[in-house]
């Protein structure tokens, strides 16, 4: 097997140093430039040089370059190494910005692509509602056609950023005499609008980024549909393939367990360091092993993309992996910080937070929910099962996930 890419690619890769050389951090009087600037500033340019929105057209915004899965793994791999910044995140660059290029309407691409990848507009993703989660197909929210709008009643829950949104991408049922599937419409949402109302719900970490959302008669213009009407969920299997895709990324659990062997040396059992406990070690090891799976996970989707094939089943391990290890990883740290964790919420103190910045104890709670955001663990279980072994159907036909 020949995990290499090739002269061409590390020829690539060269040209790939010498911009980051030239261009991050900043030089000269843009060193000082406050972070937020810097960041787009350095982006600009990375767009110009080819090197960030790779497939999003130019008159989007994008930098419009021929689909090449490896030359788009060795910018992420590079920049990466030097904190350079990448594709902005956030819900609407990664989940809706593909959607309506895969799908959209023109004028949708023309309004909405440009300012959400530049984060003039924010998003929230509608999808959950209380008792449609796993069978997210059995959701209730109503939208109807009155003259030129939709008219949507109804309730969602566990929006994410639905508080701050500019915009929401939403499931609505609007063909109530057609089956489950066959009945939802994705439509746009404007947020900022009379009969919308937001309730924070305050996590277990102390901070509230999703809520319930209600809608009581709000409008939306009869043209925000995505696709056709009843199409809704052919849609939404876009969104959500590129949800599991910016969640399955193997680079961040690499990075994780880089800062658990940090912890574990920093840190003493029975007056040794953590790391030289065998059970620690051992646990480490396993956490290893995983990583590794998921790495080498990570190149088969890479091969099937760079094929042109579906990733298929692939993408579903990579998340499950993704959020397994997380786990794994968050909770040895508990084990390690024992009981200064409690004087700390982040545990700071030690000087050795993970690379999201949350602390271990907030990555710890945050791995039990990212477990379930995006489909949870068992469902991601059952598809695999049933797909990729050939075992027989899950007796709770139609659940889905969100
Ligand atoms: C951090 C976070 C962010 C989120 N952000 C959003 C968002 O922005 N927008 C949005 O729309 N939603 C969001 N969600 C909601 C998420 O998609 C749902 O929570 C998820 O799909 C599960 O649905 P549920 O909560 O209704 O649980 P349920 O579907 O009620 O499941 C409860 C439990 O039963 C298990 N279960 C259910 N059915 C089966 C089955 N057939 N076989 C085996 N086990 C089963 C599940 O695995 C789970 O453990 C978010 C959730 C989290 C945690």
Not at 132 to 139: F, I, K, N
Request: contains cysteine; proline residues 4%; charged residues 25%.
């Amino acid at each position: 097997m020949d995990l290499s890419y090739g002269s061409e690619m590390e020829g690539f890769r060269e040209e790939v140093l010498a911009f980051l050389e030239e261009n991050w951090p900043l030089k000269g009087d843009e060193a000082d430039l406050p972070f937020d600037r810097a960041t787009s500033l350095f982006r600009e340019r990375a767009i110009a040089g080819g090197y960030l929105y790779r497939n999003i057209p130019k008159q989007y915004g994008g930098s419009e370059r021929e689909p090449d899965v490896l030359r788009a793994q060795i910018i992420r791999e590079e920049f990466g190494k030097k904190w350079a910044p990448l594709e902005a995140r956030g819900i609407g660059t990664m989940m809706l910005v593909p959607t309506l290029l895969e799908r959209g309407e023109e004028w949708q691409k023309e309004k909405f692509v440009r300012p959400t990848i530049t984060g003039e507009c924010t998003w929230c993703q509608g999808y959950s509602e209380p008792g449609s989660g796993s069978d997210l197909a059995s959701l209730k929210t109503r939208g109807e056609l009155v003259g030129d709008d939709w008219v949507i009643n109804g309730q969602k829950i566990w929006t994410s950023g639905a508080h701050v949104a500019d915009y929401m991408f939403c499931l609505v049922r609007t063909e109530p005499g057609e089956s489950k599937h066959a009945g939802i419409s994705y439509l746009l949402i404007d947020m900022k609008q009379p009969g919308i109302e937001v309730r924070p719900l305050k996590m277990m970490t102390g901070s509230a980024d999703f809520n319930e959302v209600f809608f009581n008669d709000v409008h939306t213009p009869k043209d925000w549909i995505v696709g056709k009407r009843g199409e809704g969920w052919l849609v939404s299997r876009t969104t959500l393939k590129h949800e599991r895709n910016s969640i399955g990324a193997a680079a961040q659990t690499r990075a994780a367990l880089g800062g658990l062997v940090k912890l574990a040396k920093a840190t003493e059992v029975n007056g040794r360091p953590a790391l030289e406990d065998a059970s620690i070690r051992q646990r480490l090891a396993e956490i290893e092993g995983y990583v590794k799976a998921h790495q080498y996970s990570g190149y088969r989707q890479l091969t099937k993309d760079g094929k042109g094939e579906e990733a298929g089943i692939i993408t579903m391990m990579m998340k499950l992996y993704s959020t397994e290890i997380g786990h794994k990883t968050a909770k040895l740290s508990m084990d390690l910080i024992d009981d200064q964790g409690l004087l700390s919420a982040g545990a700071t103190h030690l000087g050795l937070q993970p690379k999201s910045g949350q602390g271990w104890i907030g990555q710890y709670m945050y791995s039990l929910g990212i477990a379930v955001a995006g489909g949870t663990a068992n469902i991601q279980r059952n598809v695999i099962g049933e797909r990729g072994l050939g075992l027989p159907r899950d007796a709770a036909a139609n659940r889905s996930s969100s």
